[in-house]
């Protein structure tokens, strides 16, 4: 009895352990970019969040949106800090993402004016994202 009661609690503790190695959900940013290539696992949330300030007329423009391995789950959301109190202050641009497959993809974005036409983005955004 005593036996099958420790194998229970030690398969528990494998689970658990299991599931605290894998969380529901990854964030990245800019800062964190060095990350990259990303390892992903399938049913996880991938959450991607950039610096921006549309009132310029940049914005970032989803160039390879890594669909061998992700699933958007809507369009971009930007926000700014409530604080700020600024009109034309920068803020945050956020895409969701569902990781669906195991695999390899790139996720690539450029940071620019959509009416400038073959001007050098201000700024790139690539990340390698490997799903198991």
């Given at each position: 009895?005593?036996?099958l ?55 970032w ?5 890594a ?22 202050s ?43």
């Amino acid at each position: 009895m005593l036996v099958l009661r420790l194998t229970a609690l030690l398969s528990l503790a494998a689970l658990l352990s299991a599931c605290a190695q894998k969380p529901n959900s990854v964030t990245l940013d800019q800062k964190h970019q060095s990350k990259c290539p990303l390892e992903l696992h399938v049913g996880q949330q991938f959450i991607l969040r950039l610096p921006s300030n549309p009132t310029t007329g940049f914005r970032w423009l989803m160039r390879d949106a890594a669909p061998q391995v992700l699933k958007s789950l809507g369009p971009e959301v930007y926000s700014n800090p409530e604080d700020t109190g600024l009109v034309g202050s920068s803020g945050i641009s956020t895409w969701r993402f569902n990781v669906v497959a195991a695999g390899e993809g790139q996720l690539s974005l450029t940071y620019e004016r959509p009416w400038e036409v073959g001007v050098v983005p201000a700024q790139r955004f690539t990340c390698t994202l490997k799903a198991k």
